[in-house]
Structure formats: C-alpha cells, structure tokens
C-alpha cells in the first residue's frame, strides 16, 4: 500500500474495528499523523502565538487535528494487531507503561500469511 492509499484507507475506515491492516498502512498512517501534528504545532507557536510567545485565544491546531484523527488512529491499531492474530483489546497496553513494548514488536512485526480469525490476509489482491 502506498502512502496516499493509506491516508485514504484511514479516513474511509475510520470506525471499522473489523479486518486486518497491513504493515505498510499502519505505519504510512503513523507518519501522516504524526508530520501533520509536528507541522500544525509549529503553525501553532509561530503563527497564531502573541510576540510574548502567550497564546492568543486560538485553539491549537495540533489539538484539533489530534482529536479529528484520535477514532482513524485507534481503528487502524486494532486492524493492525488483528493482522498478527491479536485481539484489539491488546491496545489497551499503551495505558501502562511497559506495554508499549509489546505494542510496538507486534505493530512491526509481519502479519499473518493467508486468512486468519480476523478475516483474509490485506496483501492479497481480491478481483
């Protein structure tokens, strides 16, 4: 998957819990999430901040764009822990500390060949 189709993927399934990302989904999604946040802050800190460096009443960008892609952003992580064979609930480990190391192996880790109990493999071309 190319990082267009990724960014549209995201957008297109972004209440679907349901299936299996790919590899190349996953993260072309965590690199457009997290460029646009870097950008829009610095929009933030040098555009529509007072000369004193205080906000200006504005709402931050980041914040916004963060909430606006908080729901794509889950449901991508859950297809993509589906694509291993885990559960979704398996996202829940960001709340702790020590289980973002679990997260990230198996957010890196290839996915499984052929269909699963998540449904059939994303990197199969279906006609």
Do not use: H
């Given at each position: 998957m190319h990082?267009?189709?990724?960014?549209?993927?995201?957008?297109?399934?972004?209440?679907?819990?349901?299936?299996?990302?790919?590899?190349?989904?996953?993260?072309?999604?965590?690199?457009?999430?997290?460029?646009?946040?870097?950008?829009?802050?610095m929009l933030d800190v040098f555009i529509l901040s007072t000369p004193a460096g205080q906000n200006s009443g504005n709402t931050s960008l980041s914040i916004l764009f963060s909430l606006a892609t908080l729901l794509p952003s889950l449901s991508v992580g859950v297809r993509r822990l589906h694509n291993v064979n885990h559960s979704?609930?398996?996202?829940?480990?960001?709340?702790t500390i020590i289980g973002a190391i679990p997260l990230i192996y198996w957010q890196s880790s290839r996915g499984t060949t052929g269909p699963n109990n998540y449904g059939p493999d994303p990197l199969v071309m279906r006609y």
């Open positions: 990082f267009p189709q990724a960014i549209i993927s995201g957008f297109t399934n972004y209440v679907r819990f349901t299936g299996r990302a790919c590899l190349s989904e996953y993260w072309y999604w965590f690199l457009f999430t997290m460029v646009a946040a870097i950008m829009l802050g979704g609930w398996w996202a829940l480990l960001l709340l």
